[in-house]
Structure formats: C-alpha cells, structure tokens
C-alpha cells in the first residue's frame, strides 16, 4: 500500500514539475506586476530583493521587465538562467528522492534489509532530515541488530554497490565499498571497486553534460520555432541516453514540425524564384502552400502583400502596362536575353492570366533551354574529355570551369567532383610556388640591375643566390654570359659601336612609330649585347603598344558592330532595343560623343513616336465614333468627333469630306435643329433649375453643338462647371473632415466609432475607395486578433427568444482593449434591433443594441467592449442575444482585441 502511494505521489510531482517548467519558461513580459518598475534600475533591485527572499517568479518577471528596458543586459538575462536552473535544480532533487524510496520500500517489502537501508540513506543524502527514510532506516537497524556478522555485511555492501553503479548512482556505491572496507581494512576488493566507480561516475557525468547541453539547444530552438535543428539535438541527446522516454516523446512532436520546415523552405525557394522571374501569379501560389504548411511565419504574408501591391499598381493601368511588359519582353527575346524576357512575359501574363501570347513565348523560351540542356548532355563526354586534358596539361583555371560545367549538367557524377578537389590542392601548391617564384624575381631583378651598372661580380652573386631558390636556365645563361663578357674585353669596343648603331636605328623607327621594323632593329641590338635591357624593354614596350592597337581595333570594330545595329532598328521604329544597344555602345567607349548624342536623340525619337502613335489611336478612334454616330444620324455628335479628329490631323481629307456632308444635311434639317436646339436648352435650363448640374452641362453640350456660334449654352456650361466645382469644393471640404474624425478615431483604437466615422465619409463622397479600405482593414485587424469564437457555426435566432451563449473569461491582461465581432444577416424583410447581454453565471454586467437594416445580405457589427467597465472588471463568461422584431441568422460572434 505504500508503494503504491509513493508511486502516485511520483507521478504527481512528474506532473508538476512539467507544469512548472512550463510556466517559467512561457511567463513574460504579459505578467501583470504588484509593483511596476518604472526604470531599469528599480526593476534590478526589486528582482535582487525578491531573489534573496526565494521569491522566484517575482524576481524572474522584473529581471524581464530590466531587460526591456536593456534589451542586451548580460546581468538580468545572468540572474534569469540562474532562476530557471534552480528551480529545476528543486524539482529534481524531489524526484530523485521519490524514486529511491520508491526503491527501497520495494526493497524493505522484500526483506532485502541492506538494500533498502542503502536506498533509504541515498534518500535521506537527497533531502537531508527526511523523517520518513530516518524512520525506516532505524526500523532495519533495530531489526538487524544481532542478526548478522561481519562476513555478510561486508558481501551484501560489496553487492549493494555494484547494483549501486548498474543504477548510475556512484556516490552510494563509493559510500558502500567504503563502508566494506572499514569492515575488513586488509581486503584489497573494496579499494579497487572505488577506483573503478569513481572513474564510472566520470564517465557518467560526462555524458549527462553533454545530454544537458543537447537538450539546452533542442529548447532553445524550439522556443524560436526552429524545429529542424530541435530535432537534430533531440536526436543527439537520445543517443546519449537511449532509456530517455521524454526525449522520444518530444522527437515524436516536433519531427512532424521538422519535416513541414523543410518543406515550407523548399517551397519558399520555388516561390522566391517565380517572383524574381515576375511569375507574380505562381509566386502567389507557391506562397500561399508555403503559409499552409508554416501558418505562423509572417514572410509568405508578407511577400502575398507585396505581390497585391505590385500587380494592384499594375493593374491601375492594365493595357498600358501589359503591353509595356510585352514590348520589353520581344525585345530582350530578340537579342536572346531569355532570363530576362522570361521574367517580362511572366509579368504580362500575371496581368493578364488569359493572354496566349506570352504563354507562347515562355513555351519557346523552355524550348530553347531544353534544347540547350540537350545539347550540354550530348556534349557531356567531351566536356569530361576538354577538362581532363586541361588538367593534364595543369591548366587549372580552365579545367575547373569544365569540371563545373560538366557537374551542372550531371550533380550526381563523382568524377568531376573529385577533380574539383584536386584542382583545390594543386590550386594551393601552385600559390606557394608563386610566393618562391616572386622571392626568385625579387633577385633576379637585383642581379640584373647589377648587370646594368657593369658590376659583373655582383650580379653573378645575385644570379647564384637566385639558383638556390629555383634550378632555372636563366640565371645559368647570364652567368655565362657575364663570363664571356668579361672573357672578351677586347673585342668589346667593336660590338658597343654595332650595338650603338643599332639602337640608334632601331629609336629612329620608333619615332617614326614603324613598330614592325624598330622591333626587328631592337632585337638585333640584344644579340649583340644579351645583357643590356633598354632593347628588351623597347621590344616589350613595342608589344604593348601592337597589343593595346589589336584590342583597341577589336573594340572599334563592335562597337562600330552595335551604332550599326541600332541604326537599322531605328529604321524598324524598335527604339527600346536601339537604346539598348546604345547602352552597351557606351559601356565599350563611355566617353563618346557621337554615341551619347544618338541616345539622346534617340530618346527624343521614342518620345515622339509614341506621341504619334498615342495621336493615331485618338484619331482612329474619333473617326470610329463619329463613323458610328453618322450611321445612327446622330449628325451634330458626329460632327463634333469628325472635329475632334480634324483637330488632330488639320488635313485630313476624309474627316473634311464628312463634315460637308454633315453641314449639308444639317442645313436641309435647320428647322429641325432650332427645334432640337430649344428644347435641349428648355431641357438643359430645367436641369440648371433644379441644380443636376452635370447632367445639364450635358444638354447644353449637344444644344452646342446644334449651334456652335450660340453663346448662351457656352455661358450656361461655364456656370455651371464653377458651380458644379464650387459644390465639390464643399463636399470634399466636409469629406475630409469627415476622415479627420475617422482617422483620429483610428489612431485612439477606438474602432467601432472609427467604422461609423468611415462609413459617413462614404456617404458623403462614395466615389473615393479609402472608407472602404480603412473599415476592411479594421475587420481584418478585428478577425486576424482574435481571442474566442463563441458562436462559429450558422445560428438562427427566432424574433423575441433569447439565445445564450458561454465561454471562459478573457484574460484581464487584454479585457480593455477588446472588441465583439458579429456577422449575421435579416431573415426577414423589416429593419428591426438586435440587442445583446453579457454576465457571469445568474449576474448580467451589461449590454450593448445594434440595428438590423432591412436587406438579407450579412453585415460585420463591430462593438468596442473594452470601455465598459463591467466587461473588463468582471470575468464574465456569457452572452446573450435578442433579436427584437425580427428573426435573425448569426455566422460568426468573436472576442477579439487591437492590436
């Protein structure tokens, strides 16, 4: 029986010691404070205060409440880790205790006296003064007392520690073979085993640190929702101590978790991708299955908003935009930069979802990367083939670009992979070589510096200090060379005059800049004289001036290649692709006139073109509309599109032509028109009268356009424009106040007056859309915040019954900032009210009455609760709602808060 107790006050303290832990670990900075400090340094002295009082919690909120006010302060954040270790410190040492004694009355039940007594003092070492276990142990001493010798007392303490270290619990056995050994001091058994439990019980508490560390980082990551790496430690610290039911526990809750990262990651890399390709409407997609699989990361709504906000500004201004994408797109496609048309036809696409053409595009587009990768892989052999001989012939650079290639087009392949490693090493080798091959030119340098000044022994020093760096001919042959120098003094005369003759040529041809024949010149002169530099750097200097003319005629010749291109697509009228290759015009000489000229210009040319364009397309369409507008008789409206047309194009014959027409048969109907004419100003004038004034305009426009030369109706639609613009004057005037109010009602949160606020600017001036995006961005504010859902399923409500509905009383944290959220819609045809209670079981605190309009559409009713005070100083825990007069079908009633 009382194992059996123990046993459930183990599991019970298991329970709350999981609870506990819990709870330090998610209070925060939500608590609500006896005390609250107002600065850094009253928070650090009343979390002292309450540290050294044992006070735990208390002291761990204010060292939080310190760190926000010091959001980095290593002494709080100090004094917090502390905390937490010390209370888990206590909830172990009381674990430990009931599983020893559950143990040893195990042991006791079974007259394994020894045994228990041992376990009981293990108890007693855990919580010191235990009364129970002293209890115990002294029942087995008054059992035991005469019952045994020495030779069994000293056996069953040899025996009770070895099972002491089977049970990890080394400081008992430590404490039994000891006890044995004072037993028989001259046994050398006991000795030895202490050795041995005192290097088992290093061992042990070396891996519990590295369990404790693991499982540290698994928490850490878990509390910042990284469940991948959680998993990992969770996994490290399992294989530490396999028996660790809890740790297998927490791998099977978050494996799950992990496994959604890892897929909400690789959907985020397809989704990030289509939005860099402008793929807007896939990028969507692909965004909104990676909010499914990951709902609380805030990125994927972020990127969903940003994808609205550019396709909304993009739609603003469909056709222009679209065929702006599209222009761009066939011109990027034309000059084969696919990567960026493909991102053009996606945009235009995105706009219009519908449209075959940039679908074709893109299909092409796939096409030719497809036949690309095709013909990589086909090629695949003879890249392998390219890189190794490259390779063999220790061209790394080159073979490394191979290798790469060939891995892109086959990942998989080990070869190439194990070449790029090799090249890495031999890559590592060849940069020491370089430091010894600079330290050998530093020398030669200085040896060929003393063969300049004629200082022949010092040079042949220098150029055999160089030969101990690296074996190489060159210093060899100019020690030789020296030698034979100095061997031929005598002849030296002879050659200086032949050597002082040629270079005398050879600087002539060069003044004449006949490269060609003063190179040949200068190197006739080093034949004569090896060791003089002046030719070799003449011929050097020679080099580079033919090299710097091959590249500078190689740049002439594209970028004569691209001004050529661009005149021809100017010719085309394509000047988005002429600019572009002005551009790269530019890049090669940025400097040039000519080319900077012809941009400019041709800029001016696109601006023009596209006016012209923009002027076709209003005459096509006023020709259009007047054509129309003839053939249903309209003749004066007509007339005045065919005027409209001509004044686009002045001599346009056919517009000319249809107004003669038009004067002739308004002639032949001038009575008929004097007839229109006064009544559409007797119509005009009683609009005027009646002050629909835009209508008016309208009337006086056609009696206008009956008789042009008529000032009255000219006069009539100046007035009436002033006034119409006069009374919009005072409309937008009492608008804007009218969101002055709103939004001032906003920014207090007061959002329920800020509805009605909106909702009475909307009246006022319905044509403006912000109303109507403020009161929808405050019930996405009211349902996103949500706390309770108290009624979530369709509810009907019959005229005059009450319907009660409860839930669990808010948080007193967040009563004063909450708001009720209703959706519900008239089952009948008459305006009537719906009016709503709140209380706590048979106590009704207040209430609230909202009106029903007539319609059968659902409306949001959002009403601000927080303000009442016996909503947030009481726990209510139920709402009760009576519809009037009317029947009534509720969708949705939330407890939310702002934010």
Known sequence: MLSILNKMKFIKRKYLKQLLLLLVLLVGSNMVFSQQAKTYDEA?????????????????????????????????????????????????????????????????????????????????????????????????????????????????????GQQNIKNNNYDDAISNFKKAGKIFPDNKQPKQLIEEAKAAKTEFESKAEVYANEVEMANRYINVKNYVEAVKHLKAALEIFPEEWAVEQEIVKYEPLAAKQVEYNKQIEIADELYVNKNYSAARKAYEDATALWPENSYTGDMISRIDEQLGEKMANLEANYSKSIKAADSLFNIKEFDKAGSEYN??????????????????????????????????????????????????????????????????????????????????????????????????????????????????????????????????????????????????????????????????????????????????????KPLESEPKEQIENIDNILRERLLQAELDAKYQKLIAKSDSLIKENNFEAAIIALNEALKLKPDDVFATNKLEEVNKQKAEYEKQQELIKQYEAAIKEADELLAQKEYSQAKVSYTEALSINPSDKYATKKIGEINIILKQMEAEINRKYDETIAKADNLFDASNLSEAVVQYKIASSLKPEELYPKNKIAEANT????????????????????????????????????????????????????????????????????????????????????????????????????????????????????????????????SVPADSEYHDYIIRVGNQYKWFSEDNNWISIYPENGDIEISLLRISKSD
């Open 44 to 160: 650090i002295i009343i979390g002292d205060k309450n540290f050294e009082a044992d006070k735990l919690l208390d002291a761990k909120a204010y060292y939080q409440m310190a760190l926000k006010f010091k959001s980095d302060d290593e002494y709080a954040k100090k004094q917090i880790d502390k905390i937490i270790e010390e209370m888990g410190s206590r909830i172990d040492k009381e674990d430990k205790y009931l599983e020893i004694i559950m143990v040893a009355d195990k042991l006791y039940e079974n007259n394994k006296l020894d045994e228990a007594k041992a376990e009981y003092s293990k108890a007693m070492a855990v919580i010191a003064g235990d009364e129970y276990a002293k209890e115990q142990i002294d029942k087995i001493e008054s059992t035991q007392k005469n019952e045994k010798e020495n030779l069994e007392n000293f056996n069953k303490l040899i025996s009770q």
């Open 723 to 850: 006034l119409i613009e006069e009374k919009l004057k005072l409309v937008r005037n009492e608008y804007n106040l009218a969101i002055a109010d709103a939004d001032k009602l906003y920014a207090a949160k007061i959002y329920d007056k800020a509805i009605t606020a909106y909702q009475k600017a909307d009246k006022i001036f319905p044509e403006e859309s912000y109303p109507e995006e403020m009161i929808k961005k405050i019930t996405n504010l009211i349902e996103t915040n949500a706390i309770v859902d108290v009624i979530k399923t369709k509810t009907t409500i019959n005229s005059k019954n009450t319907e009660k509905v409860e839930f669990e009383p808010i948080r007193i944290d967040v009563r004063k900032s909450n708001y009720i959220l209703v959706k519900a819609r008239n089952l009948g045809d008459n305006e009537f009210k719906m009016i709503f209670g709140y209380g706590i079981g048979t106590a009704k605190n207040g209430g609230f009455v909202v």
């Open 347 to 528: 945009l235009a696409l995105s706009l219009k979802p519908d449209e075959n053409y940039p679908k074709s595009k893109l299909q092409e587009i796939e096409g030719f990367y497809a036949k690309e990768k095709a013909k990589l892989e086909q090629q695949y052999a003879s890249i392998i083939s390219s890189a190794d001989s490259l390779f063999d012939i220790k061209n790394y650079n080159a073979s490394k670009e191979k290798y790469t290639l060939a891995l892109s087009i086959r990942p998989d392949d080990q070869h190439p992979k194990d070449q790029l490693k090799e090249i890495e090493t031999q890559l590592n080798l060849l940069a020491d070589q370089k430091q010894l091959n600079e330290k050998y030119d530093v020398i030669i340098a200085s040896a060929d510096a003393f063969v300049k000044d004629k200082n022949y022994e010092g040079a042949i020093n220098k150029y055999k200090e160089a030969l101990q760096v690296k074996d190489d001919e060159y210093p060899k042959q100019r020690i030789t060379e020296i030698e034979n120098v100095i061997a031929n003094a005598a002849k030296q005369k002879e050659i200086d005059a032949k050597y002082d003759n040629q270079m005398s040529l050879a600087n002539r041809l060069l003044d004449e800049k006949n490269y060609a024949d003063a190179r040949t010149a200068f190197l006739a002169a080093a034949e004569i």
